[in-house]
C-alpha cells in the first residue's frame, strides 16, 4: 500500500514539473509575441528579393498614408525646413542623428525611427516643432517594418 500511495505521488510531482515547464515554455512565447522590443529589421538577414518585397511594400504603405504629402523622398536642395512640406525630408536620415526641440541629439535607429512615426510626438525634431505628425499607430508591425526598410533604401539611392 504505502509503495503505491509512493509512485503515486511521485507520477504527481513528474506530471506538476511538466505542467510547470510547459506553463514556463508558453509564458516565454506569448512574452516573445507581446514584448515591445522588437527586433531591428536593419540587421536582419533578408534575403535580397525578401528585402526588395519589403521595400516595395513599404513604399506602397508610404503613398496610402499620405506621407508624402509632408515628406520629401527625394534630395533636397537643402535640409533646411521647406515652405512646402510640412515635415522634414527623410532622404539618408536612417543611421544618421536626430537634432531634436529639447536639444538632444539621438540616433536615428529603428527604435527611433519607430516612435517618430508612432508616437511623433515624444521626440520632435529641431525646427518642427509648430507642426504635428499625424497618428500613425494604426500600422501593423510589418507595415512598419517595410516602411523602415523603405526608408533605408532612400539612403542608399543617395550614396550611390
Ligand atoms: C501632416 C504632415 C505629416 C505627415 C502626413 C507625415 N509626417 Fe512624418 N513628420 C511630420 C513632421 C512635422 C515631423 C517633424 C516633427 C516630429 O518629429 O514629430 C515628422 C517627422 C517624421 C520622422 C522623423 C524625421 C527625422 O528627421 O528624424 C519620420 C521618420 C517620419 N516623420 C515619417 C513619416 C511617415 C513614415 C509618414 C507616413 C506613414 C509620415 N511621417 C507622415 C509631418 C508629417
Known amino acids: 500500500m ?19 515547464l510547459a506553463g ?6 506569448v512574452w516573445g509575441v507581446l ?20 521595400i516595395e511594400r513599404g513604399a506602397a504603405v508610404f503613398a496610402e498614408q499620405n506621407c508624402a504629402e509632408c515628406h520629401a523622398t527625394a534630395t533636397a536642395p537643402s ?9 522634414p525630408t ?16 539621438v540616433p536615428r535607429d529603428h527604435r527611433y525611427l519607430r516612435r517618430a ?13 509648430f507642426q504635428v505628425m499625424p497618428d500613425y499607430s494604426h500600422l501593423s508591425e ?5 516602411v523602415l526598410l523603405y526608408l533605408r533604401s532612400l539612403e542608399a539611392e543617395t550614396n550611390e
Open 2 to 20: 504505502p509503495g503505491r500511495i509512493q509512485s503515486a505521488l511521485t507520477r504527481h510531482r513528474r506530471l506538476l514539473a511538466l505542467a510547470i
Open 142 to 146: 510589418e507595415d512598419l517594418v517595410a
Open 35 to 54: 514584448s515591445p522590443s522588437h527586433a531591428d529589421p536593419f540587421k536582419a538577414g533578408y534575403t535580397d528579393a525578401e528585402l526588395a518585397r519589403r
Open 117 to 129: 512615426i508612432l508616437d511623433s510626438r515624444a521626440e520632435v525634431v529641431e525646427g518642427y516643432g
Open 79 to 87: 535640409a533646411e525646413p521647406s515652405a512646402v512640406l510640412k515635415g
Open 24 to 29: 514556463g515554455v508558453v509564458a516565454v512565447l
Open 90 to 105: 527623410l532622404v539618408g536620415i536612417v543611421g544618421g542623428r536626430a537634432m531634436l526641440e529639447d536639444g538632444r541629439v
